[in-house]
Nanobody, 127 residues
Framework: QVQLVESGGGLVQAGGSLRLSCAASGGTFSIYNMGWFRQAPGKERELVSAIAWRDSATYYADSVKGRFTISRDNAKNTVYLQMNSLKPEDTAVYYC????????????????????WGQGTQVTISS
């Protein structure tokens, strides 16, 4: 059974940085796209960033492009999200996710292609 455990959230001031980690177990994650979503109060969950299984191609939402960096360590079954220059509007619960199916490079930025979720980690940015 797939399990995803996020860590690294917290409270930081605007302009600060955080590094989120997601430890995955219960599968061979090197063949799956992995992503980070976030959900702010009163808003829908959105795909923030994703990384492909094969060539580590990446996707970033326009709102985080140039500030966030996603990476993965397949040997450790871990995906990271380095978040710099944080803004109050980045405040949300951040969720790690794994694609529903393996070998799906083309669906990297399709939110509906992700089907497994962690419990989330709270990120709060103060102004």
């Amino acid at each position: 059974q797939v399990q995803l455990v996020e860590s690294g959230g917290g409270l930081v001031q605007a302009g600060g940085s955080l590094r989120l980690s997601c430890a995955a177990s219960g599968g061979t994650f090197s063949i799956y796209n992995m992503g980070w979503f976030r959900q702010a109060p009163g808003k829908e969950r959105e795909l923030v960033s994703a990384i492909a299984w094969r060539d580590s191609a990446t996707y970033y939402a326009d709102s985080v492009k140039g500030r966030f960096t996603i990476s993965r360590d397949n040997a450790k079954n871990t995906v990271y999200l380095q978040m710099n220059s944080l803004k109050p509007e980045d405040t949300a619960v951040y969720y790690c996710s794994v694609a529903r199916s393996p070998f799906k490079d083309a669906n990297l930025n399709d939110p509906l292609s992700y089907g497994y979720w962690g419990q989330g980690t709270q990120v709060t940015i103060s102004s």
